[in-house]
């Protein structure tokens, strides 16, 4: 996901602070959010390789699966659900760190001596021990590779190729206005540290399987629009699951496509998902920044960033849910937010 707007006010990395946590504990959780996408988890497991350098033990804790397109990444089965112990320190990346956004037991987070935020999503408060809150970076990944290189850390390749797996993720592999010079020559750095672009490109932008390509077809089918084409939107459903043998994972890219409409402000995937609470409802937005996608689910309890954002519906059926979304959005892009 990306920030397309920096803010104007340069923040202050708090290194010393992040070092010296390093150097008193000795045991180290590293959550991010959930949904977890390339940022999150190659952040996540780049940290976790430099703390494991530094003879520390650390565990990636997420209770949402790693995505397929993940799964080329060193050492993503090291990603648990629970921590063997209670770890004394935690790193919260790439979320705000509060409950409902963070893919981890919280009481992992609340019983942990001394916690560190780092993210860079605009919605984000200093709501922790240290806030490294910093919204013009392109992607959490930047933010740790400074870390590293500030902290004099060796980068393998193995970290290398994790962190440029999260720059790549949350630029669209260098497409999205929040592509600078910075985050090019540090994509460049880490060509050099052992990362392999070709690889992280095609696996997190190009390959899906046989059931999700199929799941897209009946996506581009089924496309509806509305405010004369400025909102398009797609309703998947559990029988188009069914249909397209595809599972979740199959429809993350999808939403794209419906962006990528000629006149499109504002684009909508809705899935029949379930949960623990009967249907739950996965709702994708993708606008111009300036229609603030953040904002919009923020109101339905989700989050992201201005152009891509997420959230869930609970308690409502599917064909509830899908006019209720649609309808509200159709309102949101009147209203010209
Ligand atoms: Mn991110």
Not at 28 to 34: D, M, Q, W, Y
Not at 79 to 106: E, K, M, S
Request: glycine residues 6%; contains cysteine.
């Amino acid at each position: 996901m990306n920030s397309a707007h920096p803010t104007t006010e340069a923040v202050t990395p708090p290194f010393d602070s992040i070092l010296a946590a390093i150097e008193k504990y000795q045991t180290f959780l590293i959550v991010a959010h959930v949904g977890p996408d390339g940022d999150a988890i190659g952040s996540a497991l780049a940290l976790r390789g430099a703390l494991k350098s530094l003879d520390k033990e650390a565990w990636m804790v997420s209770s949402d699966a790693v995505p397929p397109s993940c799964r080329f990444l060193p050492d993503w089965k090291s990603i648990v659900a629970n921590p063997p112990t209670q770890p004394q320190c935690a790193f919260i990346l790439d979320c705000d760190g509060t409950p409902p956004r963070v893919a981890a037991p919280y009481h992992l987070i609340e019983n942990a001596r001394h916690k560190i935020l780092i993210d860079h999503h605009r919605t984000a408060q200093p709501i922790f021990d240290v806030n490294w809150i910093d919204p013009s970076q392109p992607a959490v990944s930047l933010m740790i590779f400074a870390l590293l290189r500030h902290l004099k850390i060796h980068v393998s390749p193995d970290m290398a190729q994790c962190l440029l797996c999260g720059i790549s993720t949350d630029t669209g592999n260098f497409r999205f206005s929040n592509t600078t010079p910075h985050c090019l020559r540090a994509a460049g750095d880490l060509v050099e540290l052992g990362a392999d672009p070709a690889e992280i490109a095609f696996k997190l932008f190009d390959e899906r399987s046989f059931g999700a390509t199929r799941l897209l077809g009946i996506a581009l089918q089924k496309m509806e629009a509305e405010c004369d084409g400025a909102l398009t939107w797609a309703a998947l459903t559990a029988a188009d699951f069914d249909a397209a043998q595809a599972g979740d994972e199959g429809s993350e890219n999808v939403v794209n496509f419906l962006r990528s409409v000629r006149g499109a402000r504002m684009a909508i995937l809705l899935r029949e998902r379930f949960d623990e609470t009967g249907t739950a409802t996965r709702v994708s937005v993708r606008c111009d920044p300036e229609l603030r996608a953040d904002l919009f689910c923020q109101k339905f309890g989700g989050g992201g960033h201005a152009p891509a954002a997420g959230f869930r519906v609970r308690h409502k059926s599917f064909v509830d849910s899908v006019a209720y979304v649609v309808q509200s959005a159709g309102a949101w892009l009147r209203e010209q937010h």
